[in-house]
């Protein structure tokens, strides 16, 4: 996994239509995953720019199911395209490596595709199953969102940190600058429909 280029477009403008949006449609679905990576990282706060939304999803047939009408629905693309292509709920059900999809949540108008990683397994530490016990619940919009945990962050890059940002993000991490109440705000998209996983308003108590 690489870091984001820090001259990439600012999680600003970029991501504030895209994301929450994507990840509504995921959940919308019933879409099992766990973010990971650098993706988790943006998520807690720390970059500034967005990388490619990485996630670590459950493999069974019933979520690769989910997941597959979910990209579909996003007007998704597998990159690069197979000269042998095959149907994307079959390569979800076997991968073994991460799939890129490029897409475009709710056809909203992009100059560039968001892009999706979506792997089987996190290289070092296993499968959704193993991740989501230790995963911090977020929130981006009014959407649900488990992303891998500091700890588990502080692992991943004791395993896979590269360079002088990997040893920068291992620092933060570390030392506790960094917390789960530190977390960029996206806007949400204007129409944008209410997704199934969103938190119910608590009811009010009789006088």
């Known amino acids: 996994m690489h870091y984001p280029n820090h001259n990439a477009e600012s999680a600003e ?33 720390d970059l500034k720019t967005l990388p490619p939304a990485q996630l670590c999803f459950q493999q069974g047939w019933e979520n690769c199911e989910c997941l597959a009408r979910a990209v579909q629905e996003l007007d998704g693309r597998q990159v690069p395209e197979s000269p042998y292509p095959t149907a994307l709920l079959g390569q979800l059900k076997q991968a073994s490596e ?27 530490m296993g499968s959704y199953e193993d991740l989501v016990p ?42 506790g600058i960094l917390t789960s109440d530190i977390r960029p705000q996206f806007s949400q998209p204007k129409g944008l429909r209410k997704n199934s996983m969103a938190q119910k308003k608590p009811r009010k108590k009789p006088a």
């Open 98 to 124: 991460p799939i890129r999809i490029a897409l475009t949540p709710r056809g909203l108008p992009l100059e560039r595709p968001m892009e999706l990683e979506l792997w089987p397994h996190l290289p070092g």
């Open 13 to 45: 403008g970029y991501s504030s239509l895209q994301l929450p949006s994507m990840l509504a449609t995921l959940a919308e679905h019933g879409v099992r995953f766990v973010a990971v990576g650098p993706f988790a990282l943006f998520l807690h706060g």
């Open 134 to 175: 230790e995963a911090t619940a977020l929130k981006v919009g009014s959407t649900p969102v488990r992303a891998l945990s500091i700890e588990q962050l502080i692992r991943w890059l004791q395993l896979h940190g590269e360079g002088q940002e990997g040893a920068r993000l291992l620092a933060r991490l570390t030392s």
